[in-house]
Every structure is written in structure tokens, then in C-alpha cells.
């Protein structure tokens, strides 16, 4: 049995090919995955039912797992309507699985478009589509460097 929470195979396949650099996306419910993806990234669906699972969950599995440089929120732009309630609730439970996991970098929202930008890259080998039913939950993690 692996030591680490992240059990599932094929996610697991792709995150031992990830290289320093390398962009993972977990994805709302809500996200465009099948047309905003990278030419190199494969996709897995984890939709069970609505809510399950969520972000949150697929990112402390993640944390478990893999080094990361930055994780990325997608930010709301000003003129977006969502964007005059403020920071979505789910970024500060973003937050609180990163500390808890003990990671060092902090969560930054990118501007929308940036993040479909990076998220189209090269770089980009793996969306993870959960089945959350938060506003602005996406979150792509740029793979880090192993330091132990």
C-alpha cells in the first residue's frame, strides 16, 4: 500500500512523469475542461455526483504527493458580477489545506484569461474535472522540485 493519501492509478501515472514545471489542473465542476487543455495533458474525470468530489479534496490528495513551485486560483475579473462579493469562499479553504500540508508557497489568483493561457501551455499535463459546485474553484499547481 503507497504511503501517500493519493491513491488513484491513473493520477498517480501521470504525477511520476511530472517534471519541474509541469501544470496540473483541478478543475470545478463548472470549468470548460474539454476545450481550454494543453496539447500534452490528459484528462480525468472524477465526477461522482454534484459536490463529490471537490477541490479541496483532490488538492490535499495532490499535496500528499508532489512538490509544488506555485498554485494558481483563477481570478475574477473587476467586471465579472461575482467579483463585488469578494474573494470566493473556497479560496480559504484553499489556503488552509496548503498550510495544514506544510507547503511553503502561497495561493495566487492569476487573471482569468493568464490562467487559461497557462493552462493551454505545453507545460500542461494533467486536468483533474471534480465535481464541485464552487464559484471560482479551479486551481492549477505548477510542479516543483523534490528537496528531500
Known amino acids: 500500500m503507497l504511503k501517500t493519501t493519493l491513491l488513484h492509478p491513473e493520477i498517480l501515472r501521470i504525477a511520476a512523469r511530472c517534471g519541474h514545471h509541469a501544470k496540473i489542473l483541478i478543475a470545478d465542476g463548472h470549468y470548460p475542461a474539454s476545450t481550454r487543455i494543453g496539447p500534452h495533458a490528459e484528462q480525468i474525470s472524477l465526477?461522482?455526483?454534484p459536490g463529490v468530489p471537490t477541490v479541496a479534496q483532490v488538492?490535499?490528495?495532490?499535496?500528499?504527493?508532489?512538490?509544488?513551485?506555485?498554485?494558481?486560483?483563477?481570478?475574477?475579473?473587476?467586471?465579472?458580477?461575482y467579483a463585488k462579493y469578494g474573494e470566493p469562499p473556497v479560496w480559504a479553504e484553499l489556503r488552509a489545506i496548503t498550510a495544514e500540508a506544510g507547503a511553503t508557497v502561497t495561493i495566487e489568483p492569476i487573471p482569468k484569461w493568464d490562467f487559461y493561457k497557462a493552462v493551454e501551455s505545453p507545460d500542461h499535463v494533467l486536468?483533474?474535472?471534480t465535481a464541485d459546485q464552487a464559484l471560482w474553484a479551479n486551481v492549477l499547481l505548477t510542479v516543483g522540485v523534490r528537496t528531500s
Open 47 to 49: 465526477q461522482l455526483v
Open 59 to 81: 488538492l490535499r490528495a495532490l499535496l500528499s504527493a508532489l512538490p509544488f513551485d506555485a498554485i494558481n486560483t483563477m481570478g475574477i475579473p473587476p467586471d465579472d458580477p
Open 127 to 129: 486536468t483533474i474535472q
